[in-house]
């Protein structure tokens, strides 16, 4: 997978955890996008995602893509924030056997992985457990 140019134009909202939530029906969206799909309306505010949620579910990696070899086996998780917003991250600092759906977690900002012969360092978001 290589480096694209959306993955850096969006990096500014995913500092920020920015969402966006329609003006029209109050859906929000991360990262924020330009056509709601609940509604069809295309005005948005920006509004801030908590950094705190809970684990919709997840699954643990064990045969990974060519570029997350060396971090198999990895769990993946989908959480749900505020408003029902569901984001996707790695799950990182548990043991798989301590994985459970609700288990709370917040958002932290953390290398996700190198790139290329110059490394490149790309940079996200992943989950951490609430202790």
Request: with cysteine; hydrophobic share 35%.
């Given at each position: 997978?290589?480096?694209?140019?959306?993955?850096?134009?969006?990096?500014?909202?995913?500092?920020?955890?920015?969402?966006?939530?329609?003006?029209?029906?109050?859906?929000?969206?991360?990262?924020?996008?330009?056509?709601?799909?609940?509604?069809?309306g295309?005005?948005?505010?920006?509004?801030?995602?908590?950094?705190?949620?809970?684990?919709?579910?997840?699954t643990?990696?064990?045969?990974?893509?060519?570029d997350l070899?060396?971090?198999?086996?990895?769990?993946?998780?989908?959480?749900?924030?505020?408003?029902?917003?569901?984001?996707?991250?790695?799950?990182?600092?548990?043991?798989?056997?301590?994985?459970?759906?609700?288990?709370?977690?917040?958002?932290?900002?953390?290398?996700?992985?190198?790139?290329?012969?110059?490394?490149?360092?790309?940079?996200?978001?992943?989950?951490?457990?609430?202790?």
């Amino acid at each position: 997978m290589s480096t694209s140019a959306r993955y850096w134009r969006e990096i500014p909202q995913r500092y920020r955890l920015e969402a966006a939530k329609c003006t029209s029906c109050g859906k929000q969206f991360f990262p924020p996008r330009l056509v709601c799909n609940g509604c069809g309306g295309r005005e948005f505010e920006a509004t801030k995602l908590s950094d705190k949620g809970k684990l919709a579910t997840y699954t643990v990696i064990r045969i990974a893509p060519s570029d997350l070899t060396q971090q198999a086996p990895y769990a993946i998780g989908i959480a749900e924030f505020d408003g029902g917003l569901r984001v996707t991250a790695q799950v990182a600092d548990v043991d798989f056997d301590e994985l459970k759906v609700g288990m709370p977690v917040r958002i932290e900002f953390r290398r996700i992985r190198e790139e290329g012969e110059a490394g490149i360092l790309c940079y996200g978001y992943k989950f951490v457990p609430v202790r």
